[in-house]
Structures are given as C-alpha cells and as structure tokens.
Nanobody, 131 residues
Framework: QLQLVESGGGSVQPGGSLNLSCVAS????????VGWFRQAPGKEREGVSC?????????NYADSVKGRFTISRDNAKNTVVLQMNSLKPEDTAEYLC???????????????????????WGQGTQVIVSS
C-alpha cells in the first residue's frame, strides 16, 4: 500500500526555519514525482515545490518561495525534505506532500494538481509563522 507521511511542521517566528519531511512507504521514490502543496484557511491549494527524483532530480518552485525553500531527496530514507528558510506569515498553511509515477510525457515535475500526476497524498502537517 502506498503511503506518505509528513512531519516537521510547527510554529515559528518570521524569519525562522523549518524542515518538512515526507516519508514514502510501499513504493520507491526513484520512479515518482513528489510535490509539496499548501493550503491556507479560505484559500485554494497551491503547489510549493516538486522534485523528479530521476533525471538528476529536476526541481521546481513557486515564485513565492524561490530562494527561500529547497526540496531534496534523502535516498537512504526514501524521503523528500522541504527546507524552509526566511519564513513569512504568508507561509502559514497546512503542507501536504503528494507523489505520482513520473509522467515522462512532461519534461519536468508540475506544481499543478490537475488529477493526472499526483495519486497519493499525505495527511498534512501544519506550519504557523507568527510573531
């Protein structure tokens, strides 16, 4: 059974950092695209970052997090990590990771959840950025 479990959320002050982890079980991330999404109260879910483990770990970032967030793979642990630095109050949201078999028809991983790529979702972890 494919399963994703997120952890690492919490409350931090503006300018602080958090590392979110997405642990996969039941499948090997080598053959998947993994995305991090977030949803704030009253707002639509948005893609934050994604990684295609193969193809030299192609990554994408939303403009709002470029230069502050870094996505990476921990090979030994079948885990994808989202390192979040210089956090802002507008980063407050529930963060979810999602995975789907790599769609090689697309040249890179996608930040869009159109129902055609990401098949498995975690339960989410809450991030609160407040002074």
């Amino acid at each position: 059974q494919l399963q994703l479990v997120e952890s690492g959320g919490g409350s931090v002050q503006p300018g602080g950092s958090l590392n979110l982890s997405c642990v996969a079980s039941g499948f090997n991330l080598d053959y998947y695209d993994v995305g991090w999404f977030r949803q704030a109260p009253g707002k639509e879910r948005e893609g934050v970052s994604c990684i295609r483990i193969r193809a030299n770990s192609i990554t994408n970032y939303a403009d709002s997090v470029k230069g502050r967030f870094t996505i990476s793979r921990d090979n030994a642990k079948n885990t994808v990590v989202l390192q979040m630095n210089s956090l802002k109050p507008e980063d407050t949201a529930e963060y979810l990771c999602a995975a789907g078999p790599t769609p090689y028809a697309y040249s890179t991983c996608t930040l869009l959840d159109l129902g055609d790529v990401y098949e498995s979702w975690g339960q989410g972890t809450q991030v609160i950025v407040s002074s």
